[in-house]
């Protein structure tokens, strides 16, 4: 399977009719009998589980070790055929065989799970339905609603984007104890969303006692209740996830201001640029292509928002706070409704790399543009 | 750090009122942050000390507004006078504690190894699998990176429970490894891109393998990135819920599952909730604070050039 023309930086390499052919009969020989013994006890353990054959294990755990045999006897056969071109192959082979087995079949038996009506808590089981789960989806109200909260919580990244550059230009700016404002401004990103969301969003934000609902009184709020209205519900979503993720953009802006030549600066301030338009015609430019990155990273990030909703809100008031991820979950956890959740899953999936690959596109268009 | 900003002073001098009244905004602009980043974390940590009493009326601060007590640790097992008697909770939160430990070191070794090899290879040599080239087999590893939990999730499920692995450590540790391993290959390329090439030739005309000027040549320059890329993959394992929360039950469970199922049936014992919380979120603090440098340079790897 790899077909590998010489390096890009020439390597001395061993052309391959040197390699003596015992070796590479060995080489071949080995993966035909871990092929074989693979396929065998794949055929075997279908013939079992459906009950075609009393021979067999009673998991498929077996076969998670022939695969790992198989993927062992694919490196060695790469070495014995290939010599030193196998050797580099076998820098790649581990995560890819990795990544294929973990991210290949389970997306593929997803597809398959998506077009069954499957509720674990019901007898019937598995059963094949169509397209069925796809209309209903397209039917269903609050999913439809969880899709609009995404593009919400997706439109709150400008504003982390906003202050992130903000406290960026802060801790570049020439300031004492700046090593120990970073630290701080770091801490929250460490900190587990499940556990800020329970002593931030259950505590802190508490109807009654709260420091921030007393805070909130004061200021004028007569009724600071954070999580009952669906607008306010989501802005607090919004905040919480901001305050642990604004420090990953920061520190990724900070870089990009660091990096940034000082000559240019200085040479804008010789020109008798003011600081603001230094900022909005150099420095602001110049940093486009690390905001980009560090948006789109975080779009990503973004886009999986799940755990926080899950411990604050469970999606309410309503379904206003839900994001796609903590509703699938909920569609699982609380209705067990496999087949249904799986396709509003695939469903998500589609649309994300639909988007992402807009947006990849978009951005490098627009970065070309403005430069 | 200190060169770049001296031009800054010159030109502020100048007009002394908007020196102090620029110096005023960032300082002033720098605390508020700063609270904002110190003040949760300042109440997680008082509110174990609280009794129910002084939740529920707000307290603040500690000897002036209210006397701290070990409440919250007690409940634990994790205070003073309870740490040498035997505790049921303090057991579970243990095997809780242990288990995220083992998933997220287990997980992070694994796609150092793994994802560092990789990287390596696709920095280093040209790859041609069938019809796919080294940007391609690039692309597919960082493309993981938009695969959202929730699509993964029902899938492994099952598979899991075919397979035995369902409320294990090693399928957790599996998955983790897939999460953070885009992540990882990202650092690690831009980190062995940054190796000059003529020292693996020279290794290699010196007669050593391929792998051994691997071993022996790059991978000691290239450590530092991977304490980075280990660290930053730390960070997300230990704080992960999500894949956590659906395939364990009993055994596997880890320490943000554990906070997050922590209702009794008279409500939050607040106190104890906050010790909880302390405890999960003292190791990575530590080492955010003492290894910054390397969660700094993971993060921006890649991001300017």
Known sequence: ?371 | MSVQTTDYTVSEIRSPAAFITSRVFIYGALIFWAFVCLFPIYWTITTSFKSAVDVTQGHLIPFVDFTPDWKGWRSLGLSPDSIFQTSTVRDEFLKRFMNSVITSVGASSLAIIIGSLAAYGLVRYRYKFAWFKNEDISFFFLSQLILPPVVLALPFLVLYREVALLDTRIGLVLLYTLMVLPIVIWIMRDQFNSIPVELEEAALVDGLSIWGAFFRIVMPIALPGMVAAFILAMVLCWNEYFFAALLTSTDAKTIPVMVASQTGSQGINWWSMAALATAAIAPLAIIGIALERYLIMGMTAGSVK
């Open chain 1, 1 to 371: 399977m790899a077909e590998q023309t010489s390096t890009a930086n020439a390597w001395p390499a061993h052309p391959a009719d040197l390699i003596p052919t015992g070796r590479k009969r060995l080489g071949w020989g080995l993966l035909a009998i871990a092929t074989l013994g693979l396929l065998a006890i794949i055929v075997v353990q279908i013939l079992y589980k459906t009950e075609m054959s009393t021979v067999g294990f009673d998991t498929w755990r077996p076969v998670v070790y022939a695969y790992i045999l198989w993927g062992a006897a694919l490196g060695a056969w790469q070495v014995l055929t290939r010599g030193e071109d196998g050797q580099r192959a076998l820098f790649l082979l581990p995560a890819l065989l990795f990544t294929i087995a973990m991210v290949i079949f389970p997306t593929l038996f997803g597809f398959y799970i998506a077009l069954t009506d499957w509720n674990l808590s019901s007898f019937s089981g598995r059963r094949f339905n169509g397209l069925d789960n796809f209309w209903q989806m397209l039917a269903d109200p609050y999913y439809r609603n969880a899709l609009f909260n995404m593009v919400l919580y997706v439109l709150a990244v400008l504003v982390e984007y906003v202050i992130a550059f903000g406290l960026a230009l802060l801790l570049n700016a020439q300031i004492r104890a700046r090593k120990f404002f970073r630290v701080v401004f770091l801490l929250p990103l460490m900190l587990s969303p499940v556990a800020v969301s329970w002593m931030v969003g259950k505590s802190l934000m508490e109807y009654r006692f709260g420091p921030a609902a007393t805070l909130a009184r004061h200021l004028g709020w007569d009724n600071p209740a954070f999580f009952s209205d669906p607008i306010t519900a989501r802005i607090s979503i919004m905040m919480l996830d901001a305050w642990t993720f604004i420090p990953f953009m920061m520190i990724m802006l900070l870089a990009g201001l660091q990096a940034m030549s000082r000559e240019v600066l200085e040479a804008a301030r010789v020109d008798g640029a003011t600081a603001w338009q230094t900022f909005w015609q150099v420095t602001f430019p110049l940093m486009l292509p690390v905001s980009v990155t560090a948006v789109i990273l975080r779009i990503i990030f973004k886009l999986k928002l799940a755990d926080i909703i899950i411990t604050l809100t469970s999606g309410g008031p309503g379904g206003a706070t839900d994001s796609v991820s903590s509703f699938i979950y909920r569609e699982y956890r609380d209705r067990s409704n496999v087949g249904y959740g799986t396709m509003l899953a695939m469903a998500y999936l589609v649309i994300i790399i639909v988007f992402v690959t807009w947006l990849l596109k978009f951005a490098s268009r627009f970065v070309r543009n403005v430069n």
